[in-house]
């Protein structure tokens, strides 16, 4: 299972990174707007900043919700790195715009999937990526692990490519879910992705160690 870290905050995207387990990064334009980067030159140079700090694919958003302006976008988005993934809206227009950048060899990541559906939709279409909601179905009190596992068999029945990103990840166990249901990746903050690592008997069991240890060495 690939890592990716939710977010545009580029000390949070190191100290992932520098863990060692970091696989790509995802942003989205609320993310890009939490960290205060605006204005179209900030915002490029900002994907390019990520890029250099993370060797793997890192998706940067259109703006546009039409073919010719998500294509345009799109285009300029991809020549900024090598690791740029163009990450376009679950709309009609986008799953034309999916297609276009498929047949051009750009990577892309459909997002803000809900259904089913619209996976469907997006592999057919030669989506790389998909990016399933989970978290923002459970608030709404449906159950996002469930149509993961319903989009990992519909993929497997037909040998899509297209690989499932979970994402609108909220905390530890929604990772374990997705892990154990075959999720190709999972983007998630970096505080869901530490808390993996917490036990309380690992804390304690360390203690004891570390006490013993200076017991016989005094
Ligand atoms: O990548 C999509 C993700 O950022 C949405 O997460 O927590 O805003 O539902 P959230």
């Known amino acids: 299972?690939?890592?990716?870290?939710?977010?545009?905050?580029?000390?949070?995207?190191?100290?992932?990174?520098?863990?060692?387990?970091?696989?790509?990064v995802t942003t989205n334009p609320s993310l890009m707007a939490k960290e205060g980067i605006t204005g179209k030159e900030n915002i490029l140079a900002h994907y390019v900043a990520i890029c250099n700090i993370v060797d793997g694919p890192v998706s940067a958003e259109v703006i546009a919700t039409d073919f010719e302006g998500m294509v345009r976008e799109g285009e300029q988005l991809a020549a900024l790195h090598k690791n740029i993934v163009v990450k376009i809206p679950m709309?009609?227009?986008?799953?034309?715009?999916?297609?276009?950048?498929?047949?051009?060899?750009?990577?892309?990541?459909?997002?803000?999937?809900?259904?089913?559906?619209?996976?469907?939709?997006?592999?057919?279409?030669?989506?790389?990526?998909?990016?399933?909601?989970?978290?923002?179905l459970d608030d709404v009190s449906t159950d996002g692990i469930a149509l993961i596992e319903q989009i990992r068999t519909i993929y497997d029945n037909y040998l899509f490519d297209?690989?499932?990103?979970?994402?609108?990840?909220?905390?530890?166990?929604?990772?374990?879910?997705?892990?154990?249901?075959?999720?190709?990746?999972?983007?998630?903050?970096?505080s869901a992705i530490k808390a993996l690592a917490k036990h309380p008997l690992t804390d304690l069991g360390l203690q004891q160690f570390l006490a013993d240890h200076a017991k016989g060495n005094q």
Request: proline share 4%.
């Open 1 to 24: 299972m690939q890592f990716f870290i939710d977010t545009a905050n580029l000390s949070e995207i190191k100290e992932a990174n520098d863990m060692g387990i970091l696989d790509g």
């Open 91 to 136: 709309i009609p227009e986008g799953i034309k715009a999916i297609k276009y950048f498929s047949g051009k060899g750009i990577r892309t990541n459909c997002t803000l999937i809900f259904s089913a559906g619209q996976a469907l939709l997006a592999a057919k279409a030669g989506a790389t990526y998909i990016s399933p909601f989970l978290g923002r």
């Open 162 to 190: 297209t690989e499932i990103l979970a994402a609108s990840i909220r905390h530890p166990m929604h990772i374990i879910h997705c892990a154990e249901i075959g999720a190709d990746v999972m983007t998630g903050p970096l």
